[in-house]
């Protein structure tokens, strides 16, 4: 290797930081782990620790727009650019806040002596998930796609305490199975008709006229269900459920928002570097005609909230209902994509930003209950908002800004996707969306039913979670009515991330 080799390898791996620093907490736990066998106390704060100083890094590169590891002189196989770099940031949070769940968590305390390996595994979901991010080749995009799969297979079946856990890790390692196969036979008729695998190059081949479209339709279409499955959309959701409900809580928490940033990250990138053309002064893309990714993600994002707002009025455990909740809110950041815009993108960040505070407070209120009194049944929940006042008025400001009511943060992210798919002129889109929102609030509507208004056949006594959980619910509800009154900080944060290297 010669001088100029050596120094562009040191380069690159100095762009990776982040990533180095996760890796090195992934051998400082199992090192850990192996010395003080008795003693699992210390890995949840080496966790966090790790997690802090990735996210300083994440903060000091920010600005940063290049290539890392290329392989010609033009483009490279890893990009840092402030859209990965977001996602990134969002990811670290959630990975935090998970971790802080993990620590009140009754199902992760019985299952003591496999510490080790629980935090190992969330870091190896996390180190792929900031490898999916920044990935512009598909094979480290599959490489990527895989390692936060197989570590979340696991993880879904960790504590083996009923047989729905097991039942949620096989019906997840089976989907999964399929959806990455499909994925991988799309990208191997892509590397066919192009003969690479970056997205960049990709794109300069497919512009040729002699392209063969309806190979090329296949493939991408068949790599959208890979991803579609990360994302839990329709018709690739039927995992979600029972992953969902089988799962500890703190690691359907972690899938609900982490993994599905991810996912949506992946597909922002594979969509606007393979297929845009050029991006006019307005910010909207315009795509190859190759495929007709606009009307294909409409579908899918019309089907998927849809689907998962109807379905769930019917769930009575409160798990299951958050999964279908995750599905439709998956559609409707789906129609942010849809229209194809720097406004659609800006407006998918703002809704994601909104989106971590309020899904991960729910989860983690039903968790803290779950802990008392042992269930997750909607039924359970009868009288809970008079016995345990703070979590029952938590859990109402979570349920209404996934509504999108005001003065909630949830009502900002879907105000600015609505903006987005008006200045797109997808005015039915916009209705059918408004809709969804209106069955929506039914099903949240009945959980704070059955928090205030139902009484229960038996005596509910008061309770109440540690000192340290009651402040965690208060750092997660605080931002949803604060940032629901002054969003600027995310608006701002939104447009500045927009930047993906090269377009």
């Not at 959309?233 to 928490?253: K, L, N, Q, R, S």
């Not at 990250?265 to 006019?280: E, G, P, W």
């Not at 798990?319 to 129609?335: D, F, Q, T, V």
């Amino acid at each position: 290797m010669n001088t100029n080799n050596l120094n562009y390898l040191v380069n690159s791996l100095y762009l990776i930081k982040p990533e180095l620093v996760i890796a090195a907490v992934i051998v400082l736990i199992v090192v850990v782990d192996l010395i003080w066998i008795k003693n699992k106390k210390l890995l949840p704060y080496i966790s966090i620790i790790g997690l802090l100083t990735a996210g300083y890094f994440l903060i000091d590169q920010f600005g940063t727009n290049t290539f890392a590891f290329s392989t010609n002189s033009s483009v490279g196989m890893f990009i840092v650019d402030p859209f990965g770099s977001f996602f990134k940031l969002l990811i670290v949070f959630a990975s935090i806040i998970v971790i802080l769940f993990s620590i009140f968590s009754t199902e992760i305390k019985n299952s003591l002596n496999r510490h080790g390996e629980y935090y190992t595994l969330i870091f190896g979901m996390i180190i792929g998930m900031m490898f999916m991010v920044s990935a512009s080749d598909l094979i480290v995009i599959y490489i990527s796609l895989e390692l936060v799969s197989l570590s979340s297979y696991i993880l879904a079946g960790f504590t083996k305490q009923s047989l729905r856990n097991s039942e949620a890790s096989l019906k997840y390692v089976i989907y999964g199975g399929v959806s990455s196969g499909i994925m991988l036979f799309g990208i191997s008729i892509m590397y066919g008709i192009t003969g690479s695998t970056n997205l960049y190059e990709i794109n300069s081949l497919i512009q040729a006229p002699q392209m063969q479209s309806l190979a090329f339709l296949l493939a991408g279409i068949l790599i959208f269900v890979g991803i579609g499955f990360k994302i839990s959309a329709a018709p690739f959701h039927f995992w979600t459920p029972d992953v969902y409900e089988g799962a500890p809580i703190p690691i359907t928490a972690f899938l609900s928002i982490a993994s599905k940033a991810a996912g949506f990250a992946l597909l922002i990138r594979f969509i606007k570097v393979t297929f845009v053309q050029s991006i006019d002064p307005n910010g909207f893309w315009h795509l190859l005609a190759i495929i007709d990714w606009k009307s294909f993600i409409i579908i899918i994002s019309i089907l998927t909230m849809t689907l998962g707002n109807f379905t769930a009025l019917w769930q009575t455990n409160m798990k299951r209902l958050l999964a279908y909740s995750s599905i439709a809110h998956a559609g409707s950041l789906l129609l942010g994509l849809a229209v194809m815009s720097n406004e659609g993108i800006t407006a998918i960040l703002i809704y994601f930003m909104a989106y971590a505070f309020m899904n991960l407070g729910a989860f983690f209120v039903v968790m803290l209950i779950a802990n008392k009194i042992g269930s997750e049944e909607l039924d359970d929940y009868k009288g809970l908002g008079s016995s345990t006042p703070f979590l029952g008025v938590s859990l109402a400001i979570f349920m209404v800004s996934l509504t999108g009511l005001p003065p909630t943060v949830g009502f900002i992210g879907k105000l600015y996707l609505f903006i987005a798919l008006v200045d797109a002129k997808m005015i039915i889109v916009a209705v059918i969306a408004l809709l969804n929102s209106v069955v929506s609030l039914y099903y949240y509507i009945k959980v704070l039913k059955c928090l205030f208004l139902d009484k229960s056949e038996k005596e509910v006594p008061a309770f109440s979670a540690s000192y340290g959980a009651l402040v965690l619910v208060f750092l997660l509800a605080a931002p949803v009515i604060i940032f629901g009154i002054y969003f600027t900080p995310l608006v701002d944060l939104a447009k500045s991330s927009i930047t993906l290297l090269g377009l």
